[in-house]
């Protein structure tokens, strides 16, 4: 049974990004009289690039020893997950507040991504630091506003 | 010549145009440590207002903004860890490191220095050497294009310490990303059917993505990891200024040669100031006397970086001025200013209008001046950066960086951009694949296959590549960087088995943002 | 992605949204109200951004309200074209475009032409003239073909894929007989790399306006070779240049750049707008500006006469397309 590691599933995910790419390549139109080289050539050239690289990685991993250290299972993807779940938090936040801004406008989604994010790092369990938090983000939001919009001319969704 | 040079710097001199300067250079080094602002982002805002301004007014304020931007990525670089420019990406593997080593002062100064003492000798390589400069370049055609670029892709052999194939890896998959989009002969590619993607995707946003993300996220990691916590690193935000003279005069051939670099680079078409903070930091390593020590933050890799990338600026005049073409996209601008006015560059403008190529020069001059007072009074401020805490910066930063790619096309799908990059950019660092690479391959990739294509179409034979002078040197160049990387990998690696049972792959928090 | 993508900068003091609320509620005869926005598809300091925003700074001045010039450069300028064409059609944003829009129709680069957008007027006329080095052997258009015949397979021209200049040298070589297959074309992305390579005298030919090029031919940098146009150019360095017509090849071609409103901007609007222009075309000052450092004729067209120039415009456009492999 084949164990996974870093270096595994990153050759196997090149590998499919490679397969999806190379399929698309065949939407790009082949050369016409003026050119003498198609335009799918420079990216065919690099998806074989990887490929290799990718089998090459894969192949080492396998061979090697030293790579063993790094597997990732079930278990200490949990463990992964409990200990970092603010990173992940922040991240859908972050996407949270990209799909706001057409919606809510800057002032609003910055202010409560700001607002959510500290809280969330900080901790909210003390009253100090909700108000801090409450004053970075109203600041902070007021401020690129403030200087964007009106210092820059620079139009804000 | 010298008269017009004197008439020319008392016109500049004059306080309109100084504070004018000031007030660009200051706009410049806020603007270029905003990560995602940039500076050329900086110099677009400054652009219109130029109009209403005489030429010699609008140029200066113009070239204060240069100035000024291409220093200010080096705040970002070394606070956050997050290159404020692609051009201060080499400053961030040492100037960072140092930053948390509690000497962010020092970085800040040294990078200052650094800068001030680049932009000065590309000057004067301006100014001396311009006219030869811009024959000489006339040689640089495709073929040299590409193999110069070439050559800077192998350099990421060199960078990728220990991690060759992974470093490779990036290096293509930065080249792939540019593909997307429409391509030199006006094709679709790679747009899966969605029109947001026909433009392809802004460097920027790409860039920020990846490096940022995972700088951030790494921060926070940290925040939870218990060991690191108590590593309570005492800040030294003040500027050690004695300390860093010192620095600077103990790298006296270093600054030189970074110089150098960063002026020939910048005149030579096609390549852009982006390679020369990587070709520079490449070569002060590898003449160093202990190579091993770049990337935990020693002076002599921020000297490196930021004497090459502010040289860029004079450099990047040469072209311009001498023939009448911008090097790049800031140059273009520039141009654009000058034109409105009515005046043409080219080499009738040193017959047409002296006075107005020794304000240039004299600009860029007083600018750098005028940067170094900026920065000596703002670094004291950018240094207390050090001292928020993580859990507020983090979001401030990702607020701003989604800001900054919003702002550059009034596009919002380059803030799903940047996101998309992110999530990708702490993949791969996860996954352990070294990052600048990626945007290496990011940077040149368009360029590159314009370059390589354009040179297979007038002159079908790939042997051309092989029989002009150039060319063949940076070909033979790249691959004395590749043996010499395997080198320099294979005793890496060895030296990694030989430390005993810790495993070897599974680094300590040290950040994926050096080689 | 590309380099010669030029990033754009918004500068716009109004809400497209609220603006557009305004506009619907406010009355026609108090048109303009607020700012316009004009959409420059190209980079900032290029030829068409420096004509386009020459001329809005003098017709402001008729209209009352600013005219805030926004680059939108990117994929072959429909970024900007798509963006105008979707816009609200209360005469707000309006679009500063050329030829190019009916290019990238038949290059089959977007589903739109002209008919897309409700043509307010045209403003200037550019004529593109092929030009060489100072070295090379052909000193006028004239003697091109027979220099194709000497270097068969070797000639080297170089152009923008699906751009005015891909389209001029398809024309030429039309109006002169010659086969593309004779003949090399060598593509490059903007006109700046073209002039470097022009004069590292990497390729033969380019074609060069005097809106990029007018001090190089005053030097002698670029010798420029013939103007497709009925009458010779005015100004110092441009009055020397042979037309086409009288070398004997019958061709005419310019860059006819014109402004665009989305479809549906009422009538009395486009009117308002042609007005200003018009009057601002009648300046001295910004005429004597286009004609002796932009290169280009100020030839206001509006109306009903713009439509149909328009119209024959594509349909030219579309006849010399037969000829390209798109």
Redesign the interface.
């Known amino acids: 049974m084949t164990l996974i590691t870093k270096d595994r599933a990153l050759a196997v995910a090149m590998l499919i990004l490679c397969g999806i790419f190379y399929a698309e390549s065949g939407n790009i139109r082949p050369p016409t009289t003026w050119q003498t080289y198609g335009s799918a050539m420079f990216p065919r050239l690099l998806l074989g690039v990887i490929a290799v690289l990718s089998i090459l990685i894969l192949i080492r991993s396998v061979l090697e020893k030293r790579d063993e250290t790094q597997k990732l299972t079930w278990l200490s993807a949990y463990q992964w997950t409990k200990n970092n779940y603010k990173v992940l938090l922040l991240f859908t936040l972050f996407g949270i507040y990209a799909a706001a801004l057409p919606f809510a406008g800057y002032l609003i989604s910055t202010i409560v991504f700001l607002a959510c994010a500290i809280g969330l790092l900080l901790g909210l369990d003390s009253r100090r630091k909700s108000l801090l938090t409450i004053t970075v983000s109203l600041t902070a939001g007021l401020a690129i506003y403030v200087v964007f919009q009106f210092g820059l001319n620079i139009w804000l969704p | 010549m010298a008269e017009f040079f004197t008439h020319a710097l008392s016109l500049v001199s004059s306080p309109s145009v100084l504070l004018l300067i000031t007030i660009g250079v200051l706009f410049g080094i806020i603007g270029g440590s905003i990560p995602g602002f940039t500076v050329t982002m900086a110099i677009l805002v400054v652009f219109p207002f130029t109009f209403a301004m005489d030429p010699v007014s609008g140029v200066s304020i113009m070239i204060g903004v240069f100035v000024g931007g291409y220093s200010g990525g080096l705040v970002s670089g070394v606070m956050l860890g997050i290159p404020g420019t692609p051009s201060s990406i080499t400053t961030v593997y040492d100037g960072y490191p140092m930053a948390l080593k509690g000497e962010p002062g020092r970085a800040l100064g040294i990078g200052v220095l650094a800068s001030f003492i680049g932009t000065v000798i590309s000057v004067a390589v301006l100014v001396l050497f311009g006219p030869l400069l811009a024959k000489f370049s006339m040689n640089f055609r495709p073929w040299e294009i590409s193999t110069l670029i070439l050559f800077a892709l192998t350099l990421v052999a060199g960078l990728s310490n220990g991690r060759l194939l992974k470093g490779m890896l990036a290096a293509a998959l930065g080249l792939l990303i540019t593909t997307v989009g429409y391509d030199r002969n006006s094709n679709i590619r790679f747009d899966f059917d969605l029109p947001t993607l026909s433009s392809g995707f802004e460097i920027l946003p790409v860039m920020i993505g990846i490096f940022a993300f995972s700088q951030l996220m790494e921060n926070i990691e940290k925040l939870g990891d218990k060991d690191s916590a108590h590593k309570n690193v005492s800040m030294n935000v003040t500027i050690p200024y004695a300390k860093i003279v010192k620095d600077i005069m103990g790298q006296k051939i270093n600054t030189l040669r970074s110089s150098l670099i960063g002026s020939l680079v910048g005149a030579l078409p096609g390549t852009g100031g982006t390679v020369a903070n990587f070709i520079s930091y490449d070569q002060a390593k590898k003449f160093s006397r202990h190579p091993e020590k770049f990337g935990t933050g020693i002076p002599n890799g921020i000297i490196a970086s930021e004497a090459s990338n502010s040289a860029v600026a004079g450099g990047s005049f040469v072209p311009t001025l001498a023939l009448g073409i911008p090097g790049d996209l800031p140059m273009a601008i520039m141009m654009g200013v000058l034109i409105l006015h009515g005046i043409t560059p080219g080499p009738l403008m040193f017959e047409q209008n002296p006075v107005l190529v020794g304000a240039i020069y004299a600009s860029l001059l007083i600018g750098a001046i005028v940067m170094v007072l900026c920065q000596l009074f703002l670094v004291r401020w950018f240094a207390r950066i050090a001292l928020i805490p993580q859990q507020v910066l983090v979001p401030v930063v990702l607020m701003l960086c989604a800001i900054g790619a919003y702002a550059l096309n009034n596009n919002l799908f380059d803030i799903w951009v940047l996101f998309g990059f992110g999530i990708i950019g702490y993949l791969l660092w996860k996954a352990d694949v070294p990052l600048t690479p990626l945007i290496l391959g990011v940077v040149l990739g368009n360029n590159l296959e314009q370059q390589l294509f354009r040179a297979l179409e007038l002159d079908g034979s790939w042997l051309t590549f092989l029989t002009r002078p150039l060319s063949a040197t940076f070909i033979v160049l790249s691959v004395l960087s590749v043996i010499l990387a395997l080198r320099q990998n294979k005793k890496i690696n060895m030296q990694r088995t030989d430390d005993g049972g810790s495993s070897p792959l599974h680094r300590d928090s040290t950040p994926d943002h050096k080689p | ?3 010669n ?9 109004t ?1 497209a949204a609220s603006a557009s609320a305004f506009s619907l509620s406010a009355a026609a005869d108090t048109y303009p109200e607020q700012d316009i926005r004009m959409v420059i598809p190209y ?4 030829p068409t ?2 004509i386009f ?2 001329i809005a ?1 003098e017709a402001e001045k008729e209209l009352g309200v600013s005219i805030i ?4 450069s ?3 300028a ?2 900007g074209s ?1 963006n105008v064409k979707d816009a609200e059609p209360d005469g707000y944003t309006i679009l500063g475009g050329h030829d190019n829009i009916a290019l990238s129709y038949i ?1 089959g ?1 977007v589903d739109y032409s002209y008919d897309a957008f409700a043509p307010v007027a045209r403003v200037t006329q550019t004529f593109n003239m092929p030009t060489t080095y100072p070295a090379h052997p052909v000193m006028d258009a004239s003697e091109i073909p027979q220099y194709i015949e000497d270097h068969p397979g070797e000639v ?1 021209f170089s152009m923008i ?2 751009s005015t200049d891909h389209f001029f040298w398809m024309q030429m070589f039309d109006a002169m007989g010659i086969d ?2 004779d003949v ?6 903007d006109t ?1 790399e073209q ?3 022009l ?2 005298e ?2 033969d030919f380019t074609i060069t306006n005097a809106a990029c090029c ?3 031919y ?2 002698g ?1 670029f010798r420029p070779l013939g103007v497709a146009h009925s009458e010779r150019l005015s100004g110092e360095a441009l009055q020397d240049i042979k037309t086409f017509q009288e070398m004997g090849f019958d061709m005419e071609s310019a860059t006819s750049r014109g402004i665009f409103a989305p479809t549906g901007t009422p009538q009395e609007r486009i009117d308002i707008l042609a007005d200003a222009f018009e009057t601002a075309l009648q300046n001295a000052d910004l005429k004597e ?1 286009l004609i002796t ?1 932009l290169g280009s004729e100020p030839s206001f067209l509006a109306g009903q006469e713009y439509q149909d120039f328009l119209q024959e415009n594509q349909h030219s456009l579309e006849k010399v397309a037969e000829n ?3």
């Open positions: 992605m590309k380099h993508k030029i990033i754009s900068i918004i500068f716009s003091s809400i980079g900032a300091g290029g951004d420096i925003r020459q700074r010039p926004v680059n939108m990117g994929a072959g429909t970024l798509r290059a680069m080297k894929p699906t593309v297959a090399k074309l060598i593509s490059y992305p700046t002039m470097s390579a004069m590292a990497e390729i007018s001090s190089f005053a030097d940098t500006k450092e390209i492999a798109f």
